[in-house]
């Protein structure tokens, strides 16, 4: 390859076309669409864990009291520790509840796209759809990883509630 042909495909001048400037946009544009799909991936798999926690949490709040009462007869259910236990089951849910419901995935709007984007040249639209899905991407992280660290949480409540459900049958006995 020529020095001058060379220049002319890295040139970056204010003259230049786009598609001379960003000749990489329609590979980029590749990954818009899926970039919507690995987010919706990991918000239904952090969803689902959610889920999950509450679900376990709720089958240990049912179940202990019954293998309580099935191994000590008299076992007290005003201890303060089966007490304790039902507080952190109501905050598992109200928390799970909170976080489930919070926050929505940022996708694109064909509405929009139909409105403002249709006289663009196919590299315009290309270049557009990468910018705005590039801003979503990181909008939907920031999403995901907060409901990530709600997870972490939830599953701390989660061994506080069956410790205290543990104590509460070893002390009983």
């Known amino acids: 390859m020529s020095k ?45 864990r959610i889920q999950g926690i509450l679900t376990f949490a709720a089958t240990f709040t049912l179940g202990m009291p019954l293998i309580g009462k099935s191994i000590i007869k008299d076992i007290s259910f005003t201890s303060r520790y089966f007490l304790g236990a039902l507080g952190v089951f109501s905050i598992i849910v109200a928390y799970s509840v909170v976080r489930l419901s919070w926050g929505h995935l940022q996708l694109a709007n064909p509405g929009v796209i139909h409105q403002k984007w249709l006289h663009l040249s196919a590299h315009a639209f290309k270049l557009r759809a990468l910018y705005w899905a590039s801003r979503h991407f990181n909008e939907n992280t920031i999403l995901v990883n907060t409901k990530g660290r709600a997870v972490n949480w939830l599953s701390g409540l989660l061994c506080l509630e069956v410790g205290l459900l543990l104590l509460w049958i070893i002390t009983a006995s």
Not at 16 to 42: N, T
């Open 4 to 48: 001058e042909s060379n220049q002319q495909t890295t040139s970056h001048d204010a003259g230049s076309s786009p598609e001379i400037k960003w000749p990489s946009v329609p590979f980029a544009y590749d990954f818009v669409l899926p970039s919507y799909q690995w987010m919706l991936s990991r918000l239904e798999a952090i969803d689902g």
